[in-house]
């Protein structure tokens, strides 16, 4: 069985204020991101023309020097200055939001699980990956304001799916943000991951903790392998029956917070679509009897989560199956 601890009412508002900090973060970032590199002036056979200098500095002539050009410099640099105050601003903000998470104690999110999915998205990068598995109960329950005492949420890996349907925005944004491999981008969370050459979906670091990409079955224009950059130590993601579905289904969002403080948004999957699927998997036949259990008990967590606490959420289209109690 499994038992369901309310946080207090000032975690409770806490938790709301970082993810309130968290979205103004998130905003003032993207607005930054949109005046990155600079704009100047340079002489020409004794004209001057006005130059976009991208932040890898590549450049981009936008014209000579006249009324209209100027206009685009003086506002470039006043919308320019303007972002780079809001962001740096609200970086501060973000530091006092994590310690007072950490005062709180409103986190329980495994440090090194927040830190990946915060690489990934400051990296530009997070919106092909889900994340599946055992660590989508923490944003469940972080939703719901709860912890779930048991040993539901247990585990050493991380299991993020990519949805191969949008590798070509990733490999651009990849690229565009100056991030050469997916694992490089992991090695900014925790510098000791390396990919595994016998498993080349898995990465590991020096504490044993494992971060597996996998992607749907190979379908239509799909790439078949799939090596998530040119980087030969990169990770090939590797195809799950379960998959396509998870990538088609129902979405769920949710900030999640570490015990240190540090916050992640994660991506993941529907509760209601992660039970269902989790008693599939328990059922299958070949299906580890030594998993299985703990299948169906994650499956029966997700959904009490959704029916005590969650139901405010919109309610979902499409059919569910509910799901029994939890072997004793």
Request: glycine content about 8%.
């Amino acid at each position: 069985m499994f038992q369901l601890i309310e946080l207090e009412e000032r975690q409770l508002r806490q938790i709301s204020d970082a993810q309130a900090t968290w979205r103004h973060y998130a905003n003032a970032r993207e607005e930054a991101g949109e005046v990155r590199g600079s704009m100047k002036w340079k002489t020409v056979s004794g004209r001057q023309y006005l130059i976009r200098v991208s932040r890898t500095g590549a450049e981009r002539g936008l014209g000579p020097r006249d009324e209209h050009t100027q206009g685009l410099f003086e506002a470039f640099h006043a919308r320019k200055a303007t972002a780079d105050a809001r962001l740096k601003a609200m970086r501060g903000a973000l530091d006092e939001q994590r310690r007072l998470n950490r005062a709180f104690r409103v986190g329980r999110t495994p440090a090194v699980v927040v830190r990946c999915l915060a690489a990934i998205d400051e990296a530009g990068i997070s919106d092909p990956f889900i994340t599946v598995g055992t660590h989508a109960l923490y944003a469940y329950e972080a939703a719901a304001g709860v912890r779930v005492e048991s040993g539901a949420v247990a585990t050493r890996d991380l299991d993020l799916l990519f949805d191969a349907r949008k590798l070509r925005t990733y490999t651009h944004r990849l690229k565009h943000n100056d991030a050469r491999s997916l694992i490089g981008v992991l090695r900014k969370a925790d510098p000791t991951f390396r990919v595994l050459r016998d498993q080349l979906q898995t990465a590991v670091n020096d504490a044993g903790f494992e971060v597996d990409v996998i992607r749907r079955l190979a379908a239509g224009d799909d790439p078949h392998p799939l090596r998530m950059s040119d980087d030969e130590d990169d990770f090939w993601a590797v195809q799950a029956d379960q998959g396509g579905a998870l990538a088609s289904g129902r979405g769920f969002q949710q900030l999640v917070i570490a015990a240190t403080g540090e916050m992640a948004w994660m991506r993941t999957v529907h509760p209601l679509d992660f039970a269902r699927l989790k008693l599939e998997l328990a059922d299958r036949p070949g299906r580890d009897p030594l998993k299985a259990p703990k299948d169906r008990l994650q499956a029966a967590v997700a959904q009490q989560l959704w029916e005590r606490y969650l139901r405010h959420l919109e309610a979902p289209a499409g059919p569910s199956s509910p799901v029994p109690p939890p072997p004793a």
